[in-house]
């Protein structure tokens, strides 16, 4: 029987502050790939998921938010590792929320096992959930779990 040739899905992964640092930041919380390595570890994994992914890093904020605005013209769904603005930024939360484009938030480190303020996340209610604490796997799970989303059996 011929494979099943499906309808590729695009996905927009979003990487917040300081993710530019991985490899270097707090090694031992973060892990010692780079930004880059998870970059082509995603872009990997997509293609076995006849899914392409477009990736964009941004220290700022309103950068972050203007990227969810813009997105709903050309993703299906939205990989997202706010960084510090998970537990600070109503601005991202009210962006997805607004788009409703199908959002899954991912994490290096376990933010439940670090300081307090970390445990909460202004993203995680508007996300479809969240994944934390597998390191780059984080992203790579995610990732799968989005595409299932979109694409049920
Ligand atoms: C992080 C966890 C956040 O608390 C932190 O501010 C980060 C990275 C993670 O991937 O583990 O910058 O989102």
Request: no cysteine; aromatic share 6%; proline share 5%.
């Amino acid at each position: 029987m011929a494979d099943e040739v499906l309808p590729y899905l695009s996905v927009l992964v979003l990487h917040g502050p300081n993710l530019n640092l991985l490899g270097g930041r707090e090694p031992d919380i973060y892990g010692a790939l780079t930004l880059e390595d998870i970059n082509s570890l995603l872009k990997s994994e997509a293609g076995k998921l006849q899914t392409k992914v477009s990736t964009l890093q941004s220290n700022h904020e309103g950068v972050l938010v203007d990227a969810i605005h813009q997105a709903v013209a050309d993703y299906q769904g939205i990989l997202i590792n706010p960084g510090a603005y998970t537990h600070t930024s109503i601005a991202i939360r009210d962006a997805i929320a607004a788009v409703k484009v199908p959002t899954v938030e991912v994490h290096l480190s376990n933010i439940y096992g670090r300081e307090t303020f970390r445990h909460h996340s202004y993203i995680a209610p508007v996300a479809l959930g969240q994944i934390s604490g597998f390191g780059a796997e984080s992203y790579r799970l995610g990732l799968q779990a989005l595409v299932r989303y979109l694409r049920p059996d």
